[in-house]
T-cell receptor, first 112, second 111 residues
Framework: DVKVTQSSRYLVKRTGEKVFLECVQD?????MFWYRQDPGLGLRLIYF???????EKGDIPEGYSVSREKKERFSLILESASTNQTSMYLCASSLGRAEKLFFGSGTQLSVL | GENVEQHPSTLSVQEGDSAVIKCTYS??????FPWYKQELGKRPQLIIDIRSNVGEKKDQRIAVTLNKTAKHFSLHITETQPEDSAVYFCAASRRSEKLVFGKGTKLTVNP
């Protein structure tokens, strides 16, 4: 089974802190994604990557950046955390572009 | 870009009844339509998907239908069980492009 692992299940940070969310997949998938999940708003795409060192903005990229130095690892960076970034963050990977997504278990981030 | 509308936002049924969730999409070029199930506290998981070259697909108690002309697709769950209680997300995409998700439907199956 594909495993997508997110480094933290719960994270509490202060406003203005730089926050790193890490995601690692073990199935040699080309594509990796970061979503944000808020009640009533569904899954919103923040950034995605179709290849190493490649990144593309999703629907809500403001206040975020990403890094993909290795194929298996995709990091989401909050440059200066704000309270409106309190949310559940889900990482996902897929073999092909319009193919099944495998999600991580999520990181619940609270920014105080 | 693509826009996906999902209805209803909440759905409550009695065990054994059927449940139907509907999604509409805006981009007529979209050709891939998956459905994800997210149980409370767990990650979303793909339960069924359909591509635009077929009109219906079934897997045991779940089925998805696609109407390309009307640009809508639906998830049907028959003989619902308490373990079907979850949030269900539909999504749509063009070939080789990113998925766009609906806002989700919280299904509650009452014993």
């Amino acid at each position: 089974d594909v495993k997508v692992t997110q480094s933290s299940r719960y994270l509490v940070k202060r406003t203005g802190e730089k926050v790193f969310l890490e995601c690692v997949q073990d199935m040699d998938h080309e594509n990796m994604f970061w979503y944000r999940q808020d009640p009533g708003l569904g899954l919103r795409l923040i950034y995605f990557s179709y290849d190493v060192k490649m990144k593309e903005k999703g629907d809500i990229p403001e206040g975020y950046s990403v890094s993909r130095e290795k194929k298996e690892r995709f990091s989401l960076i909050l440059e200066s955390a704000s309270t409106n970034q309190t949310s559940m963050y889900l990482c996902a990977s897929s073999l092909g572009r319009a193919e099944k997504l495998f999600f991580g278990s999520g990181t619940q981030l609270s920014v105080l | 870009g693509e826009n996906v509308e999902q209805h209803p936002s909440t759905l409550s049924v009695q065990e054994g009844d059927s449940a139907v969730i509907k999604c509409t999409y805006s981009d007529s070029a979209s050709n891939y339509f998956p459905w994800y199930k997210q149980e409370l506290g767990k990650r979303p998981q793909l339960i069924i998907d359909i591509r635009s070259n077929v009109g219906e697909k079934k897997d045991q108690r779940i089925a998805v239908t696609l109407n390309k002309t009307a640009k809508h697709f639906s998830l049907h769950i028959t003989e619902t069980q308490p373990e079907d209680s979850a949030v269900y997300f539909c999504a749509a995409s063009r070939r080789s492009e990113k998925l766009v998700f609906g806002k989700g439907t919280k299904l509650t199956v009452n014993p």
